[in-house]
């Protein structure tokens, strides 16, 4: 069955410092893959998505992720985060329905 | 409007209570979806309309009834709900190809959904 797997809960950063979330998928089709930001109390928002090509994309804010297909893998990245970056991140990957099965989330929390 | 839309925002209602939950799409997708999202666990999918027909139906009880009278609204009827049922429900939408795959999906603020 597919499935999203995401490392941490909850992630804790000062401002400045460099941001890695982990992101593993098992699926056995095409995959298309995609990271959510949900800032609080806001709707859920794109942040990047990788469907084919270059597999190191950027997205807005900043954000890049790089998708390793032996790895399973599509980890978000950012070089220095901003106190404005805290809320709660969610990576995807299309379920075959047209659907997206996500992962759990994780927290990041960034301190000013 | 634009995006997506849906209300009311917050819901409180009682186990006996018959409400209905309201989602529009203004983008012009070909598909849409009901989600929940609990505390502490993966969006689950509810529900998925694509071409206003529904194509999945997750194991949901059936106190919860889907409608999707066209392309661009979807309802979630709900009836005698039980106390773990409260969460927040999210309405998506996206444009849908003939492989079942999809560009991605835009979600509407949700619906805080409290039962007593």
């Known amino acids: 069955a597919q499935s999203v797997s995401q490392h941490n809960h909850h992630v804790i950063l000062s401002e400045a410092a460099s941001l890695e979330l982990g992101c593993n998928y098992s699926?056995?089709?095409?995959?298309?893959l995609f990271w959510y930001v949900q800032y609080p109390g806001q709707h859920l928002q794109l942040l990047l998505k990788?469907?084919?090509?270059?597999?190191l994309v950027k997205g807005i804010k900043g954000f890049e992720a790089e998708f390793i297909k032996s790895n399973f893998s599509f980890n978000l990245r950012k070089p220095s985060v901003q106190w404005s970056d805290t809320a709660e991140y969610f990576c995807a990957v299309n379920g075959g329905q047209g659907n997206l099965i996500f992962g759990k989330g994780t927290k990041l929390s960034v301190k000013p | 409007e634009t995006g997506v839309t849906q209300t009311p925002r917050h819901l409180v209602m009682g186990m006996t209570n018959k409400k209905s939950l309201k989602c529009e799409q203004h983008l012009g997708h070909n598909a849409m979806y009901w989600y929940k999202q609990s505390a502490k666990k993966p969006l689950e999918l509810m529900f998925v309309y694509s071409l206003e027909e529904r194509v999945e139906n997750n194991s949901v009880p059936s106190r919860f009834s889907p409608e999707c009278p066209n392309s661009s609204h979807l309802f979630l009827h709900l009836h005698t709900l039980q106390p773990e049922d409260s969460a927040l429900y999210l309405c998506?939408?996206?444009?849908?190809f003939g492989t079942g795959m999809t560009y991605e999906q835009y979600f509407g603020p949700g619906t805080r959904l409290t039962v007593t």
């Open positions: 990788y469907f084919s090509g270059d597999p």
């Open positions: 699926y056995g089709g095409t995959v298309n």
């Open positions: 998506a939408s996206s444009q849908v």
